[in-house]
């Protein structure tokens, strides 16, 4: 079963910022946070990971909460070419990589 | 450039064949995976391997067998393809918590 709740899609205006939602509350410590995109009939794109502090790169952020039990990933301003599946997964590293159902964004004009 | 390699981009078997998709990657990852794709149901995973000759069960292992012999090779072998095993299917690899690469797909079609 997947670890992560996740909204099935969302809609964002192209220059605003695309806030994800992703509940796992059921992470124990040793697991870390993964984001990945799909853009329609490509292989899956890593965005960024964390364990318990916030990240940033030049994709995108990821704000963890305190008690690890939710996470949001941030593009902040979103252009077309964002439009795609977002995954949210959970695992240790020496891990199985598990995909869940992910958010479809569609970002919009 | 970090690469995953499949060996097809697009398949065409028949019922019955034994069916080999080959993955390779150039990056000494210990990591590798075999997903496949189909329409409402996301990736699943099919196996995972850790290591050399070591492998794990995906989520949907049932008519599929892999082999690991080398590091940088992960084949999945479908022992008698079947219809129900017409699907996009995607390898990746990763080294311990970094980020998994995926290959571009291969899509299966049984017939």
């Known amino acids: 079963d997947a670890k992560t709740t996740q909204p099935p899609s969302m809609d964002c205006a192209e220059g605003r910022a695309a806030n994800l939602p992703c509940n796992h509350s059921t992470i124990s410590g040793n697991e870390y946070v993964y984001w990945y995109r799909q853009i329609h009939s490509q292989g899956p794109q890593y965005i960024i990971h964390?364990?318990?502090n916030n990240e940033t790169n030049e994709m995108a952020s990821l704000i963890i909460t305190e008690d690890r039990k939710s996470s949001t990933l941030i593009l902040p301003h979103a252009t077309l070419r964002d439009t795609a599946v977002y995954y949210c997964i959970v695992r240790v590293y020496t891990d199985k990589l598990i995909f869940g159902t992910g958010t479809r964004l569609q970002v919009f004009p | 450039d970090v690469k995953v390699t499949q060996s097809s981009r697009y398949l065409v078997k028949r019922t019955g064949e034994k069916v080999f998709l080959e993955c390779v990657q150039d990056?000494?990852?210990?990591?590798m995976f075999w997903y496949r794709q189909d329409p409402g149901l996301g990736l699943r995973l099919i196996y995972f391997s850790y290591d050399v000759k070591m492998k794990e069960k995906g989520d949907i292992p049932e008519g599929y067998s892999v082999s690991r012999e080398k590091k940088e090779r992960f084949s999945l072998i479908l022992e008698s393809a079947s219809t129900n095993q017409t699907s996009m299917y995607l390898c990746?690899?990763?080294?311990?918590?970094?980020?998994?690469?995926f290959g571009q797909g291969t899509r299966l079609t049984v017939v």
């Open positions: 964390g364990l318990k």
């Open positions: 990056m000494d990852h210990e990591n």
């Open positions: 990746a690899s990763s080294l311990g918590r970094a980020e998994a690469f």
